[in-house]
C-alpha cells in the first residue's frame, strides 16, 4: 500500500526561508478561477447597459440642451463626457465590493487568513496579496470597460489607455482603507452603510454624471474633496487626451496618499486581527 | 538557560494577557523532539493561547519563549516553516476540492507546485481521501475535513505537528482513525503537541501532559504517573439510598484517601477497590449498584480543575 511509503520524517519539504506575498496571491486566484466567467461577463454587460442607458439615451437629450453651451461640458459629446466618469466610479465600486465581503470573509467565514498566517506567510504578506488581487480584478474591470467605451465610440485619443491605471489607482485608494475597516468587524452591518454613505452620494455627486461646477458652492467644496472626484477628473482628463498636468499629479498625489494611508491602516487592523 | 539538547519548545514565565485578561499566567514548558505532548483543561483554561503562541501565530506579552531553537518575535516566518498547524476550526476552502486545498496551500510554504502535488497525493492516501481529490471540500463530512486538515499540516513534512482538539466532534470510528495517523507520524519521528477534551484521547497518545486552569499548570507528567500521584489506583463507585452516604462516609474514616459525593453517586478512592466494596457490604450497607475501576485520568482532570461547568 502505497500509505507505507511516505515518509513523515521532518524536513524533506520544509525550507520556504523568502517570504513572498506572490504565494498569498496564488490563492486569490485559484479561487477567482471559479467565477472568472461570469465575473468577466458582468465585465462587459454592465458597461454596456450604462453607456447605452445614459451615454446614448439621456446622452442625447443633454447633448440637444447643451448644444447651445457647449462649453458647460468642454465641448465634447455627453458619451465622452460620461465614459471615463463611469470608469472611475465602477473602479470605486468594485475596489469596495473586493475590499469589504471577501476581507471578512476571509477572517470569519473560510478562515482563509488564519490558513495563511500559520504557514510561513506572514501578516503582511496576506494583506499584499489580498490588495494585489483587487489591483488585478480593478485592472480587468477598467480594461473591459475602455475596450466598451472605445467601441460606442466614447474615446478618441490612444493616451486615453493611460485613464485605465489611473481608474485602478482610484478603485485602490478605497480598497486599501475599507480592507482595514473590513478586518474590524465581526459582522456584515457595517457594508451596507458604507454603500449607502459613501458610495452612492459619491457615485451621484463627485462629477461622474455633470461637472461639479454644476453644484451649489458649498456642495462644489465638499464634492472637490471626496477622493472620487479626484479619481474622476484624473481619468477624465487622461481619457480625453489633456495627458499629465500638474492637476493630474494632485489627483494623483491625493490617492496615492489615500491608498498608502489606507494600507498602513490595514496592516495594523490585520496584526490585530489575525495576530492577536 | 539550562534545556535538553533535543528541546524543540521551551518556555519560562510565558504570560498572555488580552488587556486586563490574563489567558495564559508564566508557565514553564519544555517538550522534547519526538514526543507527543498534551495540553489539559476547561474551558479558557489557556491551552489555546498557548498553542497559539507556540505556532506563532500570537505574540508572547512577556516571559521566554524558545520554538525550534529560535525566537518567534523575530523568526516566526522561519519557524512556521517547520511547522505543521491544525486549527480548531478547519480553515479549508469548501469551494475548492481536496486536492486544491492541499496544493495551495504548499504554495504558502514555496514548494514547488509538481512536488506539491505529489506530496498531496500521497497525503490524501494516507489519510484515505484518495477517492475524495476531486471533490469539493463542502461536501465532505466532518471526520473526512479533519482528516484533510491534518493532511495539509503535514504538506511541508513539517518538524512539530500542533493540534488544536484534533477529535473534536468525531465519531468513534474517525477518531481511532485519527489517532491511528498521529501514531504514523510519532513512529516517524515528528513532535507532535495538542490540546484535548478527551482524556482517553490524551492517555492514549500523549508521552506527557500539562493540566492548564485558569492560565497556570496545576499538574505535568506522564499521564500513569498523574493519576498514581494525584488519585489512588482505583475508585470504587456506588448508590445506596442518599440517607445512607453522611454515615458512611464516617465509618469508611482513614480506609479511603478520599470520598466523594456526587448528585448520583458516591465515589472512594482507593488502592484496593474490591475489598473495600466488602467492607462496605460487611457494614450492612447494601448498594443499590457498584463498579470497581481504574482511577483514570479523568479522575485526575476532575480533582484539579473541579466539577463545576465552565462555560
New interface residues.
Given amino acids: 500500500?502505497?500509505?507505507n511509503?511516505?515518509?513523515?520524517?521532518?524536513?524533506?519539504?520544509?525550507?520556504?526561508?523568502?517570504?513572498?506575498w506572490t504565494?498569498?496571491l496564488?490563492?486569490f486566484f485559484?479561487?477567482y478561477r471559479?467565477t472568472w466567467v461570469s465575473s468577466l461577463a458582468s465585465n462587459f454587460v454592465y458597461p454596456t447597459l450604462y453607456l447605452t442607458a445614459m451615454g446614448v439615451g439621456l446622452g442625447h437629450l443633454v447633448s440637444a440642451h447643451v448644444g447651445a453651451h457647449a462649453a458647460t461640458l468642454g465641448g465634447i459629446s455627453y458619451l465622452s463626457f460620461l465614459a471615463p466618469g463611469v470608469l472611475a466610479s465602477s473602479a470605486m465600486q468594485v475596489g469596495v465590493q473586493e475590499s469589504t465581503y471577501p476581507v471578512l470573509g476571509a477572517i470569519r467565514w473560510?478562515?482563509?487568513y488564519?490558513?495563511?498566517?500559520?504557514?510561513?506567510?506572514?501578516v503582511t504578506d496576506v494583506l499584499r496579496g489580498q490588495l494585489a488581487f483587487i489591483a488585478f480584478r480593478l485592472l480587468l474591470t477598467c480594461g473591459t470597460f475602455t475596450l466598451v467605451a472605445t467601441a460606442f465610440g466614447a474615446i478618441h485619443s490612444p493616451e486615453a489607455v493611460l485613464a485605465v491605471p489611473a481608474a485602478v489607482l482610484c478603485g485602490l485608494a478605497f480598497a486599501a482603507p475599507i480592507a482595514a475597516f473590513a478586518a474590524k468587524q465581526d459582522y456584515d452591518g457595517g457594508f451596507p452603510v458604507l454603500n449607502r454613505l459613501i458610495v452612492i452620494p459619491l457615485f451621484l455627486f463627485s462629477g461622474t454624471f455633470f461637472p461639479v461646477h454644476q453644484l451649489p458652492t458649498v456642495l462644489q467644496w465638499i464634492a472637490v474633496a471626496t477622493p472620487l472626484y479626484h479619481g474622476v477628473a484624473l481619468s477624465r482628463s487622461l481619457a480625453l487626451g489633456h495627458g499629465l498636468t500638474w492637476v493630474s499629479l494632485v489627483h494623483v498625489a491625493y490617492l496615492g496618499t489615500l491608498a498608502a494611508l489606507g494600507y498602513a491602516w490595514a496592516t495594523r487592523t490585520f496584526q490585530a486581527r489575525?495576530?492577536? | 538557560m539550562q534545556t535538553a539538547d533535543d528541546a524543540v519548545v521551551v518556555a519560562r514565565g510565558l504570560v498572555k494577557r488580552f488587556g486586563d485578561f490574563v489567558a495564559v499566567d508564566g508557565i514553564d514548558v519544555e517538550i522534547h523532539r519526538g514526543e507527543v505532548f498534551g495540553f489539559l483543561g476547561p474551558n479558557g483554561a489557556g491551552k489555546t493561547s498557548t498553542m497559539r503562541m507556540i505556532a506563532c501565530m500570537s505574540p508572547k506579552s512577556e516571559g521566554y519563549l524558545r520554538v525550534r531553537g529560535l525566537d518567534p518575535e523575530h523568526d516566526g516566518s522561519l519557524i512556521r516553516a517547520g511547522l505543521g498547524v491544525v486549527p480548531q476550526e478547519d480553515a479549508l476552502d469548501g469551494e475548492l476540492t481536496v486536492l486544491e486545498n492541499l496544493v495551495v496551500y504548499g504554495r504558502y510554504f514555496d514548494i514547488p507546485k509538481k512536488d506539491a502535488r505529489l506530496r498531496a497525493e500521497q497525503l490524501l492516501e494516507f489519510a484515505q481521501l484518495s477517492d475524495r481529490a476531486k471533490t469539493k471540500v463542502e461536501e465532505l463530512s466532518g471526520g473526512m475535513k479533519r482528516r484533510l486538515t491534518l493532511a495539509r499540516a503535514l504538506i511541508s513534512s513539517p518538524e512539530i505537528v500542533i493540534l488544536d482538539e484534533p477529535t473534536t466532534g468525531l465519531d468513534p470510528q474517525a477518531r481511532h482513525l485519527v489517532w491511528e495517523r498521529l501514531y504514523r507520524l510519532k513512529r516517524d519521528g515528528v513532535t507532535l503537541i495538542l490540546t484535548t477534551h478527551y482524556m482517553d484521547e490524551a492517555e492514549q497518545l500523549c508521552d506527557r501532559l500539562v493540566v492548564m486552569d485558569h492560565g497556570s499548570i496545576v499538574a505535568n507528567g506522564p499521564p500513569r504517573s498523574l493519576i498514581e500521584e494525584h488519585v489512588s489506583k482505583e475508585v470504587v463507585e456506588i448508590r445506596l439510598p442518599e440517607e445512607n452516604y453522611e454515615q458512611l462516609t464516617l465509618d469508611l474514616g482513614d480506609r479511603v484517601e478520599r470520598t466523594e459525593m456526587l448528585a448520583d453517586r458516591f465515589c472512594c478512592y482507593t488502592d484496593e477497590g474490591e475489598s473495600l466494596l466488602s467492607y462496605v457490604k460487611s457494614l450492612g450497607y447494601a448498594p443499590i449498584s457498584e463498579l470497581v475501576r481504574r482511577a483514570s485520568l479523568e479522575d485526575v482532570f476532575l480533582l484539579l480543575t473541579g466539577r463545576s461547568l465552565v462555560e
Fill in positions: 500500500m502505497a500509505t511509503e511516505i515518509s513523515f520524517r521532518p524536513g524533506i519539504l520544509a525550507g520556504a526561508h523568502r517570504v513572498r504565494r498569498s496564488s490563492y485559484l479561487q471559479r473560510t478562515y482563509a488564519v490558513a495563511m498566517v500559520a504557514s510561513p506567510l506572514r489575525l495576530a492577536k
